[in-house]
């Protein structure tokens, strides 16, 4: 079968027998190209969007559970609308999707260690303390 137009595959520039490895660098290479740090001006916008839909295929082809239910989805088309419509099915809906409260998410997160009981910090500070005393009677006779 053709490849679509718009599908992940035709973005990518490959064929549907391509291997995991090819795929990757194939990538690899795209991305590097298309990455909106290396350009400036009115070229920007339209890198941003040619490297988020490099990603988005990529994603899709590099799983091997996606790619075969995005290749049964092409298979079932039957008109070239279908086709279309199924090649364009791996774009994200919600690629900038609002966070509503990202401090609330963060502080929620709780990433730090819990800190240590104050029993233990106390009972340690009496245990030190009573050494050192000990140790300077003894050292001052």
């Known amino acids: 079968m053709r490849i679509p137009e718009g599908s992940a595959y ?3 520039g ?3 027998q391509t291997d995991a490895a090819s795929l990757k660098a194939i990538y690899k290479s795209l991305a590097q190209q298309w990455h909106p740090d290396r350009h400036q001006g009115a070229t920007r916008e339209e890198a941003e969007q040619k490297f988020q839909e ?3 295929a990529y994603q899709t082809l590099s799983d091997p559970i996606k790619r075969a239910m995005y290749d049964e989805e092409l ?11 199924a090649a364009k099915r791996f774009r994200a ?5 609002e966070v509503p409260d990202m401090r609330a998410r963060l502080r929620d997160a709780k990433k730090e260690e ?4 104050p029993h233990i910090i106390a009972g340690t500070l009496l245990l030190v303390t009573g050494n ?7 050292l001052g006779g």
């Open 10 to 12: 035709a973005v990518l």
């Open 14 to 16: 490959v064929g549907r």
């Open 54 to 56: 490099i990603s988005e």
């Open 75 to 85: 298979d079932r088309a039957k008109t070239t609308a279908e086709a279309a419509k």
């Open 93 to 97: 809906g919600t690629w900038n999707t």
């Open 114 to 117: 819990p800190g240590m009981p």
């Open 132 to 138: 050192f005393i000990l140790v300077v009677n003894w």
